[in-house]
């Protein structure tokens, strides 16, 4: 037995072996810091590794004994035995939550079953990836309204020109002068989607226009489906904006021409399946939501 031991630290090596070109083996833990790089025993230069498979296998097949149950194993199985071994201590998965269960790994699986702490502790973990998936949607439509708003100021800026609607530059048209607005100047003026109250007042004014299938196309040649979805992306949460924002995009699909055909093909383009969906699973009290976002869902299948 003393053979196989380090001659550095007298003990039996319990991992990787290492040899010098002369065959004089150490224990990779005394291996590693011996310095300098020479042999203890023969004083030849000592390579960075050169394991001793042979010697490693033989230290490997020596009998050993479980800590914990007393069960005869080998020394290259205790390891895996012990960890594995069902009357090695242990204690419950939530300890850190206060949990004070300390037992055998036999009795582990019966108490957590029943500790109240651990299925806390499962909980936070499913909240905790629920907050991380919200918190990566929330900086993702951030990022999509500050381009919504760099693309706005582009494309207005203060240069005189002949208007249709408001321009981006300007202050947000309110509700009354929304209610004014033809198919082409409604959908202008989403430009301000950043700004809820007109995002709501436009998609409901695009619900009333494009009602009519003469308001339909021009409305969409102004980028209304584009913006409005924009705008449904802009207030994931605000029950107005999802629920006129259907109905104008349910409205804008419909069409059974060639132009009808080819606005649907747009709104699959613009997201418009993406977000009806997104809306009916945020708001499933909103009938309007519900209603008009299954409408807009089936016109696209026929695309």
């Not at 090596?13 to 083996?25: R, S």
């Not at 951030?142 to 002949?162: D, F, H, I, S, V």
């Not at 709501?200 to 584009?226: H, I, K, S, W, Y």
Request: aromatic share 4%; glycine share 8%; hydrophobic share 40%.
């Amino acid at each position: 037995m003393s053979a196989l031991e380090c001659p550095i630290c007298l003990e039996l090596p319990p991992g990787e072996v290492h040899q010098c070109t002369n065959g004089h083996c150490y224990c990779v833990q005394c291996f590693n810091v011996i310095s300098p790089r020479r042999c203890p025993e023969c004083r030849e230069r000592l390579p960075r590794r050169n394991r001793s498979i042979a010697q490693e296998r033989v230290i490997g097949a020596l009998p050993a004994t479980c800590a914990h149950c007393g069960e005869a194993t080998t020394r290259g199985e205790q390891a895996e035995h012990e960890r594995r071994c069902p009357q090695r201590p242990t204690v419950c998965c939530a300890s850190e939550l206060g949990c004070a269960w300390a037992g055998p790994l036999a009795e582990q699986a019966a108490h957590e079953a029943a500790c109240p702490l651990v299925e806390c502790q499962r909980r936070m973990a499913r909240l905790q990836a629920e907050k991380e998936t919200v918190q990566a949607e929330k900086e993702t439509l951030q990022a999509e309204n500050e381009a919504l708003r760099a693309a706005a100021e582009e494309a207005g800026g203060r240069r005189q020109r002949q208007r249709v609607g408001a321009a981006p530059h300007d202050a947000p048209p309110g509700a009354e002068a929304v209610m004014r607005m033809g198919a082409v100047a409604a959908a202008a003026a989403l430009y301000y989607a950043f700004w809820q109250p007109t995002a709501e007042a436009v998609c409901m004014r695009l619900t009333d226009l494009c009602f009519e299938e003469g308001n339909r196309q021009p409305a969409a040649d102004a980028g209304g489906l584009e913006a409005v979805v924009a705008a449904m992306r802009a207030h994931p949460q605000a029950t107005g904006v999802q629920e006129y924002g259907c109905t104008a995009l349910a409205n804008m699909c419909c069409g059974d021409d060639a132009a009808g055909l080819a606005r649907r093909q747009r709104a699959v383009q613009a997201g418009v399946v993406g977000a009806v969906a997104t809306a009916m699973q945020a708001h499933p009290q909103s009938q309007l939501v519900q209603s008009f976002g299954q409408q807009a869902h089936d016109l696209l299948q026929r695309v």
